[in-house]
Structure formats: structure tokens, C-alpha cells
């Protein structure tokens, strides 16, 4: 295997490069941005700016857990399974909750 990649399990795998990358991120931001408009439109916090302000946390907290949850549990999110990205440890393995909440948290 060359320097852009590593072999585990048998198999070669390749580092993606920032084209699919990209694509997996705006993918996965689509998907948040049409779920939040339909689940959350934003006329409904324009009179309370305590509630705009839970319903922020709230989203936050949805998301950071959403890429964590996914990255941990399945390897990938929906964006990184529709380009066939997959999120491993540096060994190769699968990806720990600490490894996963860590990779998120510095997103």
C-alpha cells in the first residue's frame, strides 16, 4: 500500500481526499437544514427569545450528537454512507465513543 492508505484486515484502505469529504459535509448539512425547517420554523420563536435560545441548545446538542452518535455506532453519517466514507480509528478499527465525541467536539 502506498503512503495514502493503510491495510487492516486483509483489506486496503485509502484516506479520502477533500472533494468527498466536502460533498459528505454539504450532504450532511442538507439533510439538517431541511429536517430543522420542518421540524423547528422559525416564526415559532420569534416572541420569546428564551425559548429561541433553549431551541438553539437543543439543536446543538441534537447535532453534535447526531455526527458522534453515527461516527461511533455505524462508522459513518448519511452523507459519508452516500460517498462511501467510513470513520476509523487510526489502527483501523472501529472508532470509540471517547475517539468519536473528541473527533466531534473539535469539529
Do not use: H
Not at 12 to 29: E, H, I, N, Q, V
Not at 45 to 62: K, Q
Amino acid at each position: 500500500m502506498n503512503d495514502a492508505g493503510f491495510v487492516y484486515g486483509g483489506r486496503d484502505y485509502r484516506f479520502a481526499g477533500f472533494g468527498r469529504r466536502l460533498g459528505a459535509a454539504l450532504l450532511d448539512s442538507a439533510v439538517w437544514i431541511v429536517g430543522i425547517s420542518f421540524l423547528f420554523p422559525g416564526y415559532l420563536f420569534d416572541d420569546s427569545e428564551t425559548a429561541a435560545a433553549i431551541a438553539g441548545l437543543l439543536l446543538f446538542t441534537a447535532w453534535f450528537n447526531y455526527f458522534a452518535i453515527c461516527e461511533w455506532r455505524f462508522g459513518q453519517t448519511i452523507g459519508k454512507n452516500a460517498l462511501g466514507l467510513r470513520v476509523m480509528s487510526l489502527d483501523g478499527g472501529k472508532l470509540g465513543w471517547n475517539a468519536a465525541a473528541i473527533r466531534n467536539l473539535l469539529r
